[in-house]
T-cell receptor, first 112, second 117 residues
Framework: QKEVEQNSGPLSVPEGAIASLNCTYSDRGSQSFFWYRQYSGKSPELIMF??SNGDKEDGRFTAQLNKASQYVSLLIRDSQPSDSATYLCAVRSAGNNRKLIWGLGTSLAVNP | EAGVTQFPSHSVIEKGQTVTLRCDPI?????LYWYRRVMGKEIKFLLH????????ESGMPNNRFLAERTGGTYSTLKVQPAELEDSGVYFC???????????????FGSGTRLTVV
């Protein structure tokens, strides 16, 4: 079992729709959860982080965390073609270890 | 504010040769990380510096990889001798000093694409 799992996609949504990206993780001790966006040939760019159960909203983005189910998601409202990218889920465990464990990423295509 | 800078952006070397990658973190960022992404695989952690000290090097694949951060500023990652399986994109990232909100994410450099032929 992979430590962080994401559906590789591609996920295709029409412009203006809600895109829902999902991520599960295996380490129950994980404490912080990150969503990064990566355009082709570019470096990952942090979109949001979340560490408490529930929802966290930032503009068109909402991160949702359910530690009991070991599940974190990212919702993108009013999707735009410029949102087309690979979305990477990353998880940090408890303690002094600051490394991130990454999923493979989900490819999102927003169609005009 | 300048971002995380990596050099070179691309490198093609022959098996058995030596390559040195460089990373300049954001000024004032004590934490510096190296990650690698092999094609078709997840991004994998290599090591973490706090200033000039190696905090965690559990992800270094083998002793052909040597990372340094003299003076706690820029870092180098040397691969000697390079093997075919070392091909991939090597990312460097930096973050604020220890004790900050640990939920801050990293700022990544643009990466070095290494191809070993």
């Amino acid at each position: 079992q992979k430590e962080v799992e994401q559906n590789s996609g591609p996920l295709s949504v029409p412009e203006g729709a809600i895109a829902s990206l999902n991520c599960t993780y295996s380490d129950r001790g994980s404490q912080s959860f990150f969503w990064y966006r990566q355009y082709s040939g570019k470096s990952p760019e942090l979109i949001m982080f979340i560490y408490s159960n529930g929802d966290k909203e930032d503009g068109r983005f909402t991160a949702q965390l359910n530690k009991a189910s070991q599940y974190v998601s990212l919702l993108i409202r009013d999707s735009q073609p410029s949102d087309s990218a690979t979305y990477l889920c990353a998880v940090r465990s408890a303690g002094n270890n600051r490394k991130l464990i990454w999923g493979l990423g989900t490819s999102l295509a927003v169609n005009p | 504010e300048a971002g995380v800078t990596q050099f070179p952006s691309h490198s093609v070397i022959e098996k058995g040769q030596t390559v040195t990658l460089r990373c300049d973190p954001i000024s004032g960022h004590d934490n510096l990380y190296w990650y690698r992404r092999v094609m078709g695989k997840e991004i994998k952690f290599l090591l973490h510096f706090v200033k000039e000290s190696k905090q965690d090097e559990s992800g270094m694949p083998n002793n052909r990889f040597l990372a340094e951060r003299t003076g706690g500023t820029y870092s180098t990652l040397k691969v000697q001798p390079a093997e075919l399986e070392d091909s991939g994109v090597y990312f460097c990232a930096s973050s604020l000093s220890w004790g900050d909100n640990e939920n801050y994410g990293y700022t990544f450099g643009s990466g070095t694409r290494l191809t070993v032929v």
